[in-house]
């Protein structure tokens, strides 16, 4: 009887373990709370980068962008990418091989809608900006295929 309570409680023990663990919330430099967020952004904005959203192709602002400068984050302006390192595959995303400063951009896996990929976020205040693969030009093959709904613009530099 006794060795039959303490097997019961050793399998239900890895059960308590499990649901009693929480997920620390990640901390960033910038935060605002989802009903600033709101106000800030417009629909799709928030959208993209509050609800890890994705843009239709060919709908964004900078898909087919040629003029020479800097993209920002759309939610805190760090700098992001640089026209120097985009190029166009056709996706009707904008999509670079590699970012301004690598401690900008965070990298974390993406299981949705049954993939597996790398979900690229801003490292300042964590909004969604797309996704990086590793199948575009050389060298080091990255391309970070980024949401223009995520991104503002700044001419020059």
């Known amino acids: 009887m006794k060795r039959r309570r303490v097997i019961k409680g050793l399998a239900a023990m890895p059960l308590w373990f499990i649901t009693d663990r929480q997920d620390p919330v990640k901390r960033y430099p910038v935060e605002k709370t989802e009903a600033e967020w709101k106000r800030l952004l417009t629909p799709e904005q928030y959208f993209v980068t509050r609800q890890k959203g994705t843009e239709r192709a060919f709908s ?5 962008n040629r003029e ?5 984050c759309i939610c805190c302006g760090v700098e992001l990418f640089r026209t120097d390192a985009q190029f166009d595959t056709g996706s009707g995303w904008p999509t670079f091989s590699r ?3 690598s401690r900008n951009l965070e990298e974390s896996t993406d299981t949705s809608y ?3 990929r790398k ?3 801003c490292s300042r205040c964590g909004a969604h900006l797309g996704h990086l693969t590793n ?9 970070y295929t980024i949401n223009s709904a995520a991104l503002t613009f700044e001419k020059g530099r």
């Open 114 to 116: 049954g993939m597996v």
């Open 99 to 101: 970012g301004v400063n």
């Open 135 to 143: 199948d575009g030009p050389a060298p080091g093959k990255s391309k």
């Open 60 to 64: 964004g602002k900078y898909w087919n």
């Open 119 to 121: 979900e690229i976020a």
């Open 68 to 72: 020479k400068g800097t993209y920002r």
